[in-house]
C-alpha cells in the first residue's frame, strides 16, 4: 500500500501555496494561512510587468485573448494586473514586450489581538531609540505625513486623533478591499473597496500607535499626520496587487513616509511589491519595511517588500521589558506578572487563588507531588500540553492552575479546551519563588490586583528570536537597521480594548518610520536616501546573546547597522554612505568604497575604526555561529574633512583563515570623530565561499512523483501518497499528479518541461523567475499536473511521459548549463 504524507507546498501560478511562510502582516508567532488555489482554468489575478520602455499599450496587439486589465501601476511599477486564465497569462508572457507575468501572491492576515490589560504604555521603546529626548527639543513629526499601509486605523482612538477626514490625525486613507475581503477565500476574495479605512482587524491600529500615537500612549512621532491605507478585511489575507495599489495611492496623497509591517518570506529584491516600493522612494517618499519573523528559518529569510533595494528594511529588538497583567503575592510581598492561557477564564480583579499546593510537571504518567483537591495547582511548563497539564491538575481537585516557564522570561500558549477554571503562565524565576515557597511549607496565593507590573524580558536590547535573518537572496545587504518589536504595548481599536502587548517585526517598523518622520520635521528637504543614512549612521550595535561571554556582537545580516538612535540621527554632522554593502562572495580579499560627507560648519577629524559580527556558518535553515575577525584595512584610515568636503575610503576586508566556507560574515565600520561628537556606522556583509555551489534540490527523499489525495479546507495543506506500481492517471477525469521538490535555497529562475516517452515531443512551460525557499524539511514545492494542463490546454495526450525540473542557482548566468540543476522524474503514463 503506497504510504501517504501531508507536505506544506508552494506558490504560485502552476506551484502550489506556501502553507509555512511568511505571515503578512508580521506578527510573531502569527500562525500563517496558504493560498487557496482556484480550479484548473479558472481566471485570476496576475501582475504582468513590461520591458524598459514599454508600457500597457503592448497588450492592445493580444487581439483574441480573453483577459481583462484591472489596474495600471505606470507610477510605481511598470506593469499592470490583469484577469486571465493559466493559459491566457502564459500566452501574455510570451509578448515581446512582455518582461515577466507574476502570479498575484497571497499575503496572509494578522492573528487576532490580545487585550493585556488597561494600564497604556509605549515610554519604553521610545526612551530605546531616544524619541522622548527628541520630543524634549520639540521635534514631534509635526508637519509629516505617515502612511500606513495595514488593516486600517481606528480613527475614533482618542491617542489617534479621534475622526477621519480634514483637520484630523488620520486626514487621508481609504479602503481597498472591503470588511469581507479575503483573497485565500475564492467566495470573498473580490475587493469592495471604500473611503472608510476603520480597522476590524487591530494590527493597524497598533503600528500607527507606535509611528505617532498622543495620548495616554506616545508614539515616536507624536504630531505626525496619518494616512490609513486598508488592505486586509477583518480577517483573512491580501494580494500583491492590492498592496501596490495602496502604495500608488499613498504616492498620490503626498505621503512623505510610508511604512508597512508586511511581507512575503524569502523573497528577492526583483518582487513586485519590492520593486514598486523601490519607485516611491525614487519619487522622494521614505518607505520602511519590516525584515520579516522567520528568524527561526535561518538565513535568507527576509521579506518582499522589505528586502527591495531602497527600502528600510527593520530587524526587531526585545523591549526590556514587558507590560503584564499583575498579581499580588503577600508571602513575597510584591507584584508578579500573569499571562491567562489562552481561552481561560480570565481572573477577576480583587479576588485571589486558593493556596498554591505543587503538583510537579503534571503530564499524565508523571506521579503526583502534593495532594491538590481545594488547592491552586503550581506546575511547570515543559514535555507534555498546557491542556494535559490542565486535565491533570482538575482531575485532582485544582481550583485554578498556574504554570511556570521552564525557560527565561514570560510566555504564552494556547489548546487548553473549554477551561473551566483560570490557567494563567509565570515567569520561570516568579515560578521559582513561588515553588521554594510552597517547597518549606508556605502555601502562597495570588491576589489579581486588575493593574499591569512591567516583568523583565531576558533577551532586552538582543535580537528577538523571531527576527529575519538577511542577506537577500541576491547578497543584497538587509536589514538596514533595527528597533524595539518585542513587548510593545500601544493603541487596538478601542473596542478591542484599547491598548496591547504586541511582538514582531510589525512593531519594529513603525518604531523607523517615526524616527524618519522626526527627521524630516528637523530637515524637511531630506531625501529618502539621506534618510536611511542618517539612520543608519547613528544606530548603536546590538548584542549577539547566545552566548555572552564571548562579547560578539550580532550578526550584521540580522541587526544591520544596529538600533536606531533618533537623537544621534538629528545631531550628526556628516554622513557615511553607503549604509549598507554587499561584498559577494568568494574565499578572498573584498575591497570596496565608503564615501564620508561633511554636513559640519568646522573643520574634524574622523578615525576609522572596525569591528566583526558574529557569522552564520551552518546551511540556511540552521545558522550555527562561528566567531572570527577578519583582517581589515582602511586606505586612508584617518581624514580631515572641510566643511561641505566629502572624501573616499577604501575599505578591503579578508575572511580569516578559520572561518568555514560557506559562511555569511560581517562587520561595522564605524568613522570616529577624534573630537567627539557622533560616530558614523555602517555595515557590510558577504559570503565566504562559492555562493553557486549552494545545492538546491538536495534532500534525502525529494524530488519525486506523487499521488494527490487531498486538501485540507482551511490549512489548504495538500496529502500525497507514492505511486502504486504501474498506476496511470486519467486525463478525462483530471489528473491528481505532483512533482514533489524541496528547494534547499532560493532558486533565481525555474523550467519546467514534459518529455513524451514514445515520440520524443517535449512541452515547455513559460520559466518562473525568483522563487522563494522552503523554510523547512516538510515545506515542499508541489508542481501539479492539472495546473499544467490548464496553462496549456491538449499540450500533454495520452502515453508515457517524464517531467523534467531545472533551476538556475542564485547569481547564476542562465547560460552556463553548469548553474543550473536538473531531475527528470521516472515515467508516468497519462489516459486518455
Known amino acids: 500500500m503506497p504510504g501517504h504524507r501531508t507536505l506544506r507546498t508552494v506558490p504560485p501560478s502552476w506551484r ?59 507610477r510605481i511599477w511598470n506593469g499592470v494586473s490583469v484577469e486571465a486564465d493559466p493559459a491566457t497569462a502564459r500566452r501574455l508572457a510570451q509578448f515581446g514586450h512582455v518582461e515577466r507575468v507574476w502570479s498575484d501572491v497571497v499575503f496572509t492576515g494578522p492573528a487576532a489581538v490580545a487585550d493585556d490589560g488597561p494600564v497604556p504604555e509605549l515610554a519604553q521603546a ?3 531609540t531616544r524619541a ?39 486626514a487621508y486613507g481609504a479602503d481597498f478591499v472591503g470588511d469581507d475581503f479575503d483573497s485565500d477565500d475564492p467566495e470573498l476574495s473580490e475587493p469592495s473597496p471604500d473611503d472608510d479605512p476603520a480597522d476590524c482587524g487591530g494590527h493597524g491600529t497598533h503600528v500607527a500607535g507606535i509611528v505617532g500615537a498622543d ?62 516600493a523601490d519607485r516611491l522612494t525614487e519619487e522622494g517618499v521614505v518607505v520602511v519595511a519590516s525584515m520579516g519573523n522567520d528568524g527561526e528559518h535561518g538565513v535568507y529569510s527576509g521579506s518582499a517588500p522589505g528586502v527591495g533595494e531602497d527600502v528600510i528594511a527593520v530587524a526587531s529588538t526585545d523591549n526590556p521589558a514587558q507590560r503584564m497583567d499583575a498579581a499580588y503575592v503577600p508571602a513575597l510581598d510584591r507584584r508578579i506578572g500573569y499571562r491567562p492561557i489562552d481561552a481561560s477564564p480570565d481572573p477577576e480583579a480583587g479576588t485571589a487563588t486558593d493556596p498554591l499546593a505543587w503538583l510537579g510537571r503534571a503530564c499524565a504518567d508523571d506521579a503526583s507531588e502534593s495532594d491538590v483537591a481545594g488547592k491552586a495547582a503550581l506546575v511547570v511548563r515543559g514535555t507534555c500540553t498546557f491542556d494535559e497539564k490542565y486535565r491533570r491538575a482538575v482531575a485532582e481537585g485544582a481550583t485554578s492552575v498556574v504554570v511556570y516557564n521552564d525557560r527565561p522570561g514570560p510566555f504564552g500558549g494556547g489548546g487548553v479546551e473549554d477551561p473551566a477554571v483560570p ?101 524637511p528637504r531630506l531625501a529618502p536616501r539621506e534618510v536611511r543614512t542618517r539612520l543608519a549612521n547613528a544606530a548603536k550595535p546590538v548584542p549577539w546573546g547566545d552566548n555572552p561571554d564571548l562579547g560578539e556582537l550580532e550578526a550584521a545580516h540580522r541587526q544591520g547597522t544596529g538600533v536606531v538612535d533618533i537623537v544621534d540621527a538629528l545631531d550628526a554632522r556628516a554622513c557615511l554612505h553607503p549604509t549598507g554593502v554587499n561584498t559577494g562572495h568568494g574565499t ?53 574633512l572641510h566643511p561641505g568636503q566629502t572624501a573616499t575610503v577604501e575599505v578591503t576586508v579578508e575572511p580569516s583563515a578559520d572561518l568555514p566556507l ?33 545545492p538546491i534540490l538536495e534532500h534525502p527523499e525529494l524530488p519525486k512523483l506523487a499521488a494527490i489525495v487531498a486538501q485540507d479546507p482551511e490549512t489548504h495543506e495538500f496529502e500525497y501518497r507514492d505511486l502504486a506500481a504501474d498506476e496511470s492517471f486519467s486525463l478525462a477525469d483530471g489528473p491528481d499528479l505532483a512533482a514533489l521538490l524541496y528547494l534547499g535555497h532560493q532558486p533565481a529562475a525555474m523550467e519546467v518541461s514534459a518529455a513524451n516517452a514514445e515520440t520524443g515531443e517535449v512541452v515547455d512551460w513559460e520559466p518562473e523567475a525568483f522563487l522563494p525557499r522552503s523554510p523547512g524539511p516538510d515545506d515542499a514545492m508541489g508542481i501539479h499536473l492539472e495546473d499544467l494542463i490548464a496553462q496549456r490546454p491538449g499540450a500533454l495526450e495520452a502515453g508515457r511521459w517524464t517531467l523534467t525540473v531545472r533551476v538556475l542557482k542564485a547569481l547564476g548566468d542562465e547560460s552556463d548549463p553548469a548553474h543550473w540543476e536538473q531531475w527528470t522524474s521516472p515515467e508516468f503514463t497519462l489516459t486518455a
Open 215 to 276: 495620548g495616554e500612549v506616545t508614539g515616536v512621532a507624536p504630531d505626525a499626520t496619518f494616512g490609513a491605507y486598508k488592505v486586509f478585511g477583518c480577517e483573512g489575507s491580501t494580494s500583491a496587487e492590492v498592496i501596490m495599489q495602496a502604495l500608488e495611492a499613498a504616492l498620490d496623497d503626498g505621503m512623505d513616509v510610508v511604512n508597512l509591517s508586511l511581507g512575503q518570506s524569502f523573497q528577492w529584491p526583483g518582487y513586485p511589491t519590492a520593486k514598486a
Open 662 to 694: 560557506g559562511s555569511v560574515f560581517g562587520g561595522r565600520i564605524t568613522a570616529r570623530p577624534d573630537a567627539g561628537g557622533e560616530s558614523l556606522t555602517a555595515a557590510y556583509s558577504g559570503y565566504h565561499g562559492d555562493y553557486l555551489a549552494i
Open 132 to 170: 522622548d529626548v527628541a520630543h524634549g527639543r520639540g521635534v514631534t513629526g509635526e508637519g509629516v505625513k505617515v502612511g500606513v499601509i495595514d488593516t486600517g486605523i481606528d480613527y475614533t482612538h482618542p491617542d489617534l486623533g479621534g475622526c477621519f477626514g480634514s483637520g484630523c490625525r488620520v
Open 16 to 74: 502550489r501555496p506556501l502553507a509555512a511562510a511568511a505571515a503578512l502582516p508580521l506578527l510573531a508567532l502569527a500562525a500563517p494561512a496558504a493560498q487557496a488555489e482556484p480550479e484548473a482554468g479558472d481566471a485570476r489575478v496576475w501582475l504582468v510587468e513590461f520591458a524598459e520602455g514599454a508600457d500597457a499599450s503592448v497588450l492592445d496587439a493580444a487581439p483574441g485573448l480573453d483577459f481583462e486589465v484591472r489596474h495600471d501601476f505606470e
Open 423 to 523: 490557567v494563567i503562565a509565570v515567569t520561570d524565576a516568579d515560578g521559582k519563588d513561588l515553588h521554594d515557597l510552597v517547597s518549606i511549607g508556605e502555601a502562597p496565593v495570588l491576589e489579581f490586583t486588575g493593574e499591569t507590573v512591567l516583568v523583565d524580558l531576558p533577551r532586552g536590547g538582543l535580537a528577538s528570536g523571531f527576527t529575519a535573518y538577511g542577506p537577500a537572496p541576491d547578497l543584497t545587504f538587509k536589514p538596514d537597521l533595527a528597533a524595539p518589536g518585542g513587548g510593545v504595548w500601544s493603541t487596538v481599536p478601542v473596542a478591542d480594548g484599547s491598548y496591547a502587548s504586541l511582538s514582531g517585526t510589525s512593531m519594529s517598523s513603525p518604531h523607523v518610520a517615526g524616527a524618519a518622520a522626526l527627521l524630516l520635521d528637523a530637515e
Open 126 to 128: 521610545i526612551q530605546t
Open 588 to 640: 578572498g580579499p573584498r575591497t570596496f568604497e565608503l564615501t564620508l560627507t561633511s554636513r559640519d560648519e568646522a573643520v574634524r577629524d574622523y578615525t576609522l575604526t572596525h569591528r566583526s559580527t558574529i557569522a552564520t556558518t551552518g546551511d540556511d535553515r540552521d545558522p550555527g555561529f562561528h566567531a572570527a575577525e577578519p583582517a581589515v584595512t582602511f586606505e586612508p584610515k584617518e581624514i580631515r
